[in-house]
């Protein structure tokens, strides 16, 4: 690696724009701040050579080289923002309404937003936050951060370490704030650094040469802002990871007993009762709403039971419940447990649980009943062999049922609308006989059944619908966004502030830097310097336009 040695004698590496030591423009380099277009200096990292800029020859080189760019970094969030926009067109799958028609994707983002709905589902906007692409593209946001910030950081802090009081003429005469003063006497150079000194300068002294100051921690604000943003984009790529992250959604019916999902069979809940509490119509706060929707909840609630396994660490063993938590799940008021929290998000009213059903012989006039049998809705049985000989085979089940043209379909697996096709065969006879039954619906296909069926009774319940949420992340992103403001507080309320006094054959040079609040220096200048035959600076800006 080439070396570069100023007249100082200070050994510099390659691409330094400006001597570490003394501050002399390295003629060879001026090209890559700028400064060979203008009188005064760049101090950007203060001349310090950058990795980004000194080596392009190898791959690294160069994925370090792009991934520098603070370009490519703006462009890598514009697209992770359009991307998020996108994310926001229609509900993410976690977000589908508990009344929807159903809660598979594939059929409910068809089924509300038509073929843009569909077109948006297949390709995988539905699951945007979590799918691999866009993972990668945070990750590769935090791989920005992190090269950026090691590309800048590293040089400059090396550099405002090596900084000597004893600067070239060359680079104090290019400063913005610069005077040139002559017949000095010693002892006024020396109020200067006391006065500078009780303005909470730190000052420096070298062979007469003075470099005061302060506030240098201020250049490491944005660096501690990146270290806020990539432990934020750590959260969130951990949020991938069901260790740290669980959001699920169960649907539990009254009486119901369940394993709760995202907890590795360790705990279950019992869904005990359901309760709907809606606003009076007589209310006239809600009286309009309750014209137009028909019904407005003011509470709805679940009575649950949380069991905690006993045996979890025997294989194969049939689960021990023992009763862990008992409580209510209510609208906005969560049920907490072992890092786990439960939410009330949803329900069904009314899902059919059996129906019964009656066998009657199509030419007797009484009616009189055959047999009968019970339907549990949920699992029903594939035969059913009934007391009087009779045979009922479940062709078809479709929960709930609707004609899709020519074809009956089911809209959703829950029993909202349940409809069968039975195969029928009579005691002592090989022939059987097909009959479709529903809610209003007994249809003989061929017309000439000796039998019919007909719906005698059902049960209904409640069904809840639960959101399982674990969030381990949180604390990352509390963690992330402290560190991030005290960045933004660092880098704005304070500044880095410099002065050099250079004591020369023919007087006395004074020149000054700082990354903000130019007025603020000015000031403590005057302080400094008032009563003294040291000259204020000037403001050079306008010998570089």
């Known amino acids: 690696m080439k070396k570069i040695k100023c007249e100082c004698g200070h050994v510099n590496p390659e691409g330094t724009v400006l001597c570490e030591a003394c501050g002399k423009p390295i003629e060879e380099n001026q090209h890559i701040d700028g400064n060979d277009q203008t009188q005064l200096l760049n101090m950007r990292y203060d001349g310090s050579a950058r990795r980004s ?87 590769l946001i935090g791989v920005s951060l992190v090269i950026c910030s090691l590309d800048r950081f590293i040089p400059l802090r090396r550099a405002l370490k090596i900084q000597k009081p004893k600067r070239n003429e060359i680079f104090l005469k290019r400063q913005r704030l610069y005077s040139k003063s002559e017949n000095v006497p010693p002892e006024e150079l020396k109020l200067v650094k006391e006065r500078l000194e009780n303005q909470r300068y730190k000052v420096r002294e070298e062979d007469g040469h003075l470099l005061a100051e302060k506030g240098r921690f201020s250049r490491w604000g944005p660096y501690v802002n990146h270290i806020g943003l990539i432990i934020i984009l750590l959260a969130a790529i ?39 509490e809606t606003h009076d119509a007589d209310d006239e706060r809600f009286k309009d709403a309750i014209e137009k929707e028909g019904m407005i909840a003011s509470n709805y609630q679940s009575d649950v039971i949380i069991y905690k396994v006993k045996n ?126 529903g809610i209003g619906k007994n249809i003989s296909p061929t017309g000439e059944n000796n039998f019919k069926l007909g719906i005698e009774n059902f049960e209904s319940r409640d069904v809840s619908g639960i959101t399982v949420r674990r969030d381990y ?59 003294t035959h040291v000259n204020m600076v000037d403001d050079q800006r306008g010998l570089d336009e």
């Open 53 to 139: 800029q000194t080596y392009n020859k190898s791959i690294v080189d160069k994925i370090w080289s792009f991934f520098s760019s603070v370009k490519v970094g703006v462009w890598l969030i514009v697209i992770a923002l359009i991307a998020s926009a996108f994310g926001t067109i229609f509900p993410q799958e976690m977000y589908i309404p508990p009344e929807a028609v159903s809660r598979d994707p594939a059929v409910f983002y068809e089924a509300r937003y038509g073929l843009l709905g569909k077109i948006y589902y297949q390709l995988g906007f539905h699951n945007l936050y979590s799918s691999w692409w866009y993972m990668i593209l945070i990750a």
């Open 238 to 276: 951990l949020r991938m990871t069901p260790l740290l992250f669980l959001d699920d959604y169960i649907w539990i019916r009254e009486g119901e007993e369940l394993v709760i999902p995202g907890t590795d069979g360790e705990y279950y809940i019992e869904n005990k009762k359901f309760t709907l």
């Open 312 to 437: 979890s660490d025997v294989v194969g063993a049939e689960p021990e419940l023992e009763k862990y938590k008992e409580d209510s799940l209510r609208l906005n008021q969560p049920l907490k447990f072992d890092g786990y929290t439960l939410y009330q998000a949803g329900y069904q009213l009314n899902e059919f649980k059996n129906m019964t059903f009656k066998i009657y012989d199509v030419e007797d006039q009484d009616q009189k009943p055959l047999d009968e049998f019970t339907i549990d809705l949920t699992e029903p049985e594939s035969v059913y062999e009934l007391e009087n000989g009779f045979q009922v085979e479940v062709v078809e089940y479709f929960p709930d049922y609707y004609m899709d043209g020519d074809e009956p379909r089911s809209e959703t697996k829950y029993p909202k609308n349940p409809a069968f096709m039975f195969e029928i065969t009579p005691p002592d006879s090989n022939e059987s006989e097909i009959s479709f039954v």
């Open 473 to 531: 992340t949180i604390p990352f992103f509390i963690l992330g966004a402290a560190i991030f403001m005290i960045g933004v507080i660092q880098g704005m309320y304070w500044y880095h502030r410099r002065i050099w006094v250079h004591p020369t054959d023919k007087g006395v040079l004074l020149a000054a830097h700082t990354n903000k609040n130019w007025f603020g220096i000015q000031k403590d200048i005057e302080k400094a310097i008032e009563g």
